[in-house]
C-alpha cells in the first residue's frame, strides 16, 4: 500500500453566542477546525485532526509513494518535517486511521486494548458563579456523570473557589480543579502568578481533597511542582497537555501525579503509547487532554483507551461557557455523547470509526 495523496482542509463555524474560556482573553465568536485526509492506492481514506497543520504544505512530497503501515518510520518523518513546521500528529492520526482500516481492527485494540469505553469527566471552560455551578453540578450527576472540572483563575480565585465549594455541596461527583498557568494563548503576555500565590492558593484547594490540581505553574518550573507535592501530600499535580518538548516533558513527568499530553496537539500517538507505559511502571496516572474537536476526541479516545488511561477521560461540556457536543463534533455527523453510567463508548468500526458530517463529503 502507498500514499497517493495527503489533503487538508479548513473548517470554520461560527459560535453566537461566543464561547468563554478561562484560559483565553477573548470570547471566541468562530471555532476552526483543520481535516487531514489521507488517500491510499488501496482505496483506503484516514482522516485526522487536531492541530492546525500550518506550514505543512511544502511537506507532503515527502509521505507520497511511502507506506502508510510503516508507522515507527512514518511517526519519524513527521517529526523530522516538524521541526521545519509546526506539530502535525493529525497526520499522525489519519495514518493510524488507515492501519486499522486495512487490518480490520479499531485503533484502541491497535494499542492494547485494554477498554471498550471509559469513564468521562465533563470538562468546564469557564468561571460561572457558584449557584449556577452547584445546579450544572447536579445536572451532570443525574446524566450519569461522575466528575467534573472547575476552572480557577489564579488572578482572581474566590470565584473559581467558590464554584468547586458548591460542587462539593451540591453533588456526589469527584471535582478536579484547573488552574491554566502552564501555557499561554497567542498575543497573552500576561504572566504567570508567582510560585508564592500559588502555594496559597493550593493548599485552600487542597481542603476541597480535589482529584488533582491541574496546571498550577509554567512548565519550566519543575521544582515548584516538586514543592506543591511535597507541601501537600495526597493531592495530586497534574500536567502537560501541550508539552511537545520530549527532554522538558521528561523532567516535567518526574515532578507530576497526572500526565495530560494531548495526542493531536503535543506529542502523537505513538509517542504517548510508550509514554503511558512507561507512567504505569512507576505508579503515575495518564490521561490526555482532549480540548480540539470530535475527531481529536476520538483519537485520544483509542490512544486512552488502548493504553488503559484513567480514571477519566476528558469530556469538554460546558453549556454555560458556551460550550455543547453540537459546536464541539461539527465535523461529525452526530456528536459524540456518554451513556447513561458515564461511559463513552470506543468506535468498533476499523480505524478510528468517525464518520463525517456530510457537508464534509466533497471537500
Excluded at 507505559?277 to 490526555?288: G, I, K, M, Q, V
Excluded at 468500526?349 to 463525517?356: K, Y
Amino acid at each position: 500500500m502507498k500514499i497517493t495523496d495527503i489533503r487538508v482542509t479548513e473548517h470554520v463555524v461560527e459560535l453566537d453566542p461566543p464561547m468563554h474560556a478561562a484560559w483565553d482573553p477573548d470570547p471566541r465568536h468562530t471555532f476552526a477546525a483543520t481535516v487531514v485526509r489521507v488517500e491510499t492506492d488501496a482505496g483506503i481514506t484516514g482522516v485526522g485532526s487536531g492541530d492546525t497543520m500550518a506550514g505543512f504544505a511544502p511537506h507532503v512530497g515527502h509521505f507520497l509513494g511511502t507506506d502508510p503501515l510503516a508507522m515507527a518510520v512514518q511517526v519519524r518523518r513527521i517529526e523530522s518535517v516538524a521541526f521545519h513546521g509546526g506539530r502535525f500528529w493529525p497526520l499522525e492520526a489519519a495514518l493510524w486511521d488507515v492501519v486499522g482500516q486495512a487490518t480490520g481492527l479499531p485503533v484502541s485494540v491497535l494499542f492494547g486494548g485494554t477498554a471498550d469505553r471509559l469513564p468521562v469527566y465533563a470538562s468546564w471552560c469557564s468561571v460561572q458563579p457558584a449557584a449556577r455551578r452547584a445546579q450544572d453540578a447536579a445536572d451532570l450527576e443525574a446524566l450519569g456523570f461522575r466528575a467534573v472540572k472547575v476552572r480557577v483563575d489564579p488572578r482572581d480565585p474566590e470565584p473559581g473557589i467558590a464554584s468547586v465549594a458548591a460542587v462539593r455541596e451540591s453533588s456526589d461527583l469527584d471535582v478536579l480543579v484547573d488552574l491554566n498557568q502552564a501555557w499561554r494563548m497567542a498575543g497573552d503576555v500576561r504572566p504567570a502568578v508567582e510560585l508564592v500565590e500559588i502555594r496559597r492558593l493550593v493548599r485552600l484547594l487542597a481542603e476541597f481533597e480535589p482529584g488533582w490540581i491541574e496546571e498550577p505553574l509554567p512548565y519550566d518550573d519543575v521544582e515548584g511542582h516538586r514543592l506543591l507535592r511535597a507541601e501537600n501530600p495526597g493531592l495530586r499535580i497534574a500536567s502537560g497537555e501541550m508539552c511537545d518538548n520530549r527532554p522538558q516533558l521528561d523532567a516535567l513527568t518526574d515532578a507530576l501525579d497526572v500526565v495530560q499530553t494531548d495526542v493531536v496537539l503535543s506529542l502523537g500517538m505513538s509517542r504517548t503509547r510508550t509514554l503511558a507505559e512507561s507512567l504505569a511502571a512507576r505508579h503515575r496516572r495518564f490521561t490526555p487532554h482532549t480540548w480540539s474537536n470530535g475527531l481529536g476526541l476520538l483519537a485520544n479516545l483509542h490512544v486512552a483507551a488502548g493504553v488503559g488511561a484513567g480514571p477519566y477521560l476528558e469530556f469538554p461540556y460546558d453549556p454555560a461557557g458556551g460550550w455543547t457536543p453540537e459546536r464541539r463534533d461539527f465535523l461529525l455527523a452526530d456528536p459524540l455523547w456518554p451513556a447513561a453510567d458515564g461511559t463513552l463508548a470506543v468506535p468498533q468500526a476499523p480505524g478510528l470509526g468517525a464518520v463525517l458530517h456530510p457537508s464534509l463529503s466533497d471537500t
